[in-house]
Every structure is written in C-alpha cells, then in structure tokens.
C-alpha cells in the first residue's frame, strides 16, 4: 500500500481510503458477515483511512465499522460527519451527534471530524457563534475529536473561501475523476495552504466502473480496466492523500488495493495522453451539449441535459452500459422522463443556445440507449 501524508495534520494515511457507504443491505440490515470481512481484508491490506458518516447504509455504517475496529483500532484513521439536513445546527445538537457517533463507533476518539455536504451558504451556517463547529471545536479541546474538516458540494471558489473563513479546517474531502475535474484548480490552493486533500467519488459514482475501450485504448500497449485507470489517474494528483472507495466486498478490496500499490501513478507521458483525450473528450461533448439547461423545463418532462449527457457518456466516453443503466432509471427512480416522452412541442429548440436540432437529437439517443427497452 501506498501512504501520503494527510496535510498539515501529519497522518500517514493509506492512498486508498474505504469509504463505508456501500455496503450490502439485506431487507433494511447490512450484511454484517460481508461487510466486516471485507473491513478486514482492507486492514490486512494496509488501508488505514475509514470514513463514515451518520446516514450511511441506513445509519448503520458507524456501527459496522465500529465492529469491524475491535482490537484493530491502532493506527487507524477514522473519519465521520455532522449531517447538517434537517436539523437545528445548534451547538448541543452537534454535540449530541459527536456523542452518539462515538458510540456507534464505540471509539474514544474521531480523527477526523467533518461537516458534511457543506455548501458556502450552510457552511456560513454552521460556522456562527453558538452552531454546530462551536461543539465540534470544543470536541476537539476536549480531545474527542483530533481534527475538522468538511466535505464538499458547491462551486470549487468556495472551497478556498470556507478555508479562509475556518482556518482551523484541516482537511477537505471533495469529488474528483476523469469525468469531473471542476475541483482541481482549489484543490491544489487549500493543498498549498496545508490541508488534506480526500477525494470521493473516484469512480464517478460507479460510471467509471465500466468497461470503455476508449478509456481502456488511451495508453497503448498497457492493459488497464477503466476503474484501474481512474483510480491511478486520481492519485498521480500530487494534492489527493486519499481517494475513497465504497468498497463492499473482500474482492473489491483486493482490486482497488492493488491498483493504489506502489506503482500506481501514472507516467508523466501516460498523463499528457490522458489529458490530451480529456480535453478532446471535454470539447467533443460540448459540441454536442453544454447542459447549460436554458431548454428546460420541458412541458412534457423530459430530462433533455441529462439524456444528452448520457448520450455523451456512450458516444464520446464509451460508456455505454454506465449510460444505459442511468437511461433506464429516468421516468422511474428519477422523476423526469426519458427522450420517448417528447412530443415534438419544438420549444426547447427555440432557447438552446447551441441551436441543437433537439428532437432528432432525443429521438438519436433514446435509439442508443433504450435499445432493450424498446
Ligand atoms: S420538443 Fe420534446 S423535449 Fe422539446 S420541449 Fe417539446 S416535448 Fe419537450
Ligand atoms: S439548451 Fe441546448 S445546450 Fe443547453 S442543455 Fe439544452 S440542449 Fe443542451
């Protein structure tokens, strides 16, 4: 396994994070048996970088990982959250959360502490006199809590700008992968200022996870799986300490654990290769669409950024499977539909700025994607 040092907190940690979000549910319960041996087998590999959070898994992933910790806990690195949704973001009620997560964890210690999901607006929020970091700074006075940190969802300027607004921040946790480099430019600004920098999401929540022979094609004569290239693409970023994989079998360790090996980066000309395709990739897909959305809201609910994006995911990335899986969900887990639903209105031609022919383009997709379907 590989270790870099997680900013200004000193911590070895292992490149490969596990990320305990994934585990297998069976009717409502996590199938404690799996996902504990699969915590092993990542222990006994040499990960020592563990995040949870309250509502993972059904707010039993704290416990789980709390289980798998027994007699193990030595040299591990535990991370968990303040889930800001929904509550009062007072002090006591941070205070209670920190209390109760300690217990599920059953440690006496979280080392890193993180608000979850901030955004500039909540983190503004959380951050006054008498909120939620006012417990979690006190945590820390008290020795309950080693670290802070936050995890991150909003536009990449306000990652620098919470930085500077708690300075006592130490750490960062943020998407990054070869389909979403938005963070990038401020992930190498609060890197420089001392933080560690974890990346979620290295798999670009499992789209990453599927073949494309056009991923598998950009560096001739090496054989690597798409998952394999993007996990080595995220921590050949000097800034990234940790990429986090919601791992959930013993197997899945094994395959994620051997890529984040000693050899894991990539070359410097095997990154200008990766590069020049992202960029041809970047450009190719606005060409198609920028998903700007100014055609929305369609009257008849069709999702037509996100069919497009999908239609971009098999023509430009070669993804396909990944894109049809996410097709075959629109109109059903997500509540605007797929490209079948138009009826031709023509409005949406009317707002895109690219002058996209929409309906031929909807008709084109939902041909490539909905092919079982229909
Ligand atoms: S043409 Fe089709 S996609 Fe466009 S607004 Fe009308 S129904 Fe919606
Ligand atoms: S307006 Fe055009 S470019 Fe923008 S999201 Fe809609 S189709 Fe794409």
């Known amino acids: 396994m590989q270790y870099r040092v997680l900013g200004r907190t000193g911590l070895k940690v292992s490149a490969l994070g596990f990320g305990t979000m994934r585990f297998k549910m069976v009717d409502g319960h996590v199938d404690r048996d799996i996902a504990i041996e699969a915590l092993h087998r990542a222990m006994d590999l040499g990960v020592n970088y563990f995040d949870s959070a309250v509502g993972y898994c059904d707010s039993q992933s704290e416990m789980t990982l709390g289980k798998a910790l027994k007699g193990r806990r030595e ?63 006190k945590a820390k006075e008290e020795g309950l809590v080693k670290h802070l ?77 798409s998952p394999d290239l993007a996990l080595r693409f995220v921590l050949t970023n000097p800034n990234v300490s940790v990429a986090l994989s919601g791992m ?53 609910n069709v999702n037509i950024p996100e069919v497009f ?25 997500d509540p605007l539909g797929d490209a079948s639903a138009c009826v031709e209105c023509g409005q949406c031609e009317e707002k895109c700025p690219q002058k996209i022919p929409i309906i031929e383009q909807l008709k084109e997709s939902h041909r490539a994607l909905a092919r079982e379907k229909s």
């Open 75 to 137: 040299g591990k690195v535990i991370s968990t959250k303040y889930p800001p949704w929904g509550r009062s973001l007072t002090a006591d009620d941070c205070r209670q959360i920190i209390e109760q997560s300690l217990s599920r964890l059953d440690i006496d210690c979280i080392d890193i502490y993180h608000m979850h999901g901030m955004d500039w607006e909540t983190f503004q929020k959380v951050n006054v006199k008498g909120a939620a970091m006012e417990a979690a700074r």
């Open 248 to 300: 959930n079998t013993a197997q899945m360790v094994d395959e994620n654990a051997a890529t984040a090996s000693l050899d894991a980066q990539l070359t410097e000309e095997e990154m200008r290769r990766v590069a020049a395709m992202l960029e041809e990739n970047r450009k190719l897909s606005e060409l198609y669409c920028t998903g700007c959305e100014y055609c929305m809201p369609c009257p008849n």
């Open 309 to 333: 994006r999908l239609m971009n995911l098999h023509r430009v990335w070669g993804l396909t499977d990944a894109a049809r899986e996410r097709y075959a969900e629109l109109g059903s887990a």
């Open 149 to 225: 940190a936050f995890s991150f969802h909003d536009d990449p300027q306000r990652m620098i700008d919470i930085v500077e607004a708690a300075p006592d921040l130490d750490v960062v946790t943020c998407q990054y992968n070869l389909l979403d480099r938005r963070n990038e430019k401020s992930m190498e600004v609060v890197h420089d200022l001392g933080l560690g920098v974890v990346v979620m999401g290295p798999l670009a929540g499992g789209r990453l996870g599927f073949p494309s022979e056009r991923l598998q094609g950009v560096l001739p004569g090496k054989s690597m799986s």
